[in-house]
C-alpha cells in the first residue's frame, strides 16, 4: 500500500498553501500581539517613544493582508488610541524608528 502525503489545502483561492499559510498567521500574530499590550497599557511606551499612528499602520501589514478576520478589531485599536491621543498623527513612517 502506497503512502499517500497529506497535504492541507488553502480554502482561498490563490493564497498560499500549507506551512506557508500558518507562516504568515503566525506573523500576523506576532504584529498582533504588542497592539494588544500597547492598547493594555494606555499606550504609555507609544507615547514615550513619539510612535505615529502611520508607523503601527505599516507594522500591521501583514495583519491586514495575512489575517483579513483580525483587521477591524486591530484597526479599532489603533483608530481608539489615536483619538486618544496616544499615537501621534505623523506625516510619515520613514522619519525614524519607534517602538511599536
Not at 499559510?21 to 497599557?41: E, G
Not at 499612528?53 to 507594522?59: G, N, S
Request: some cysteine; glycine content about 8%.
Amino acid at each position: 500500500m502506497r503512502r499517500e502525503r497529506l497535504h492541507w489545502k488553502s480554502p482561498l483561492p490563490g493564497k498560499c498553501e500549507g506551512k506557508a499559510l500558518y507562516s504568515k498567521f503566525a506573523k500576523s500574530l506576532d504584529r498582533v500581539q504588542p497592539v494588544l499590550l500597547h492598547a493594555a497599557t494606555g499606550g504609555v511606551v507609544w507615547q514615550e517613544f513619539g510612535t505615529t499612528e502611520p508607523q503601527v499602520r505599516a507594522q500591521m501589514k501583514a495583519v491586514r493582508e495575512n489575517t483579513p478576520a483580525l483587521w477591524p478589531a486591530v484597526n479599532a485599536i489603533i483608530e481608539k488610541a489615536a483619538t486618544a491621543g496616544r499615537l501621534r498623527p505623523g506625516p510619515s513612517i520613514h522619519q525614524g524608528k519607534a517602538k511599536v
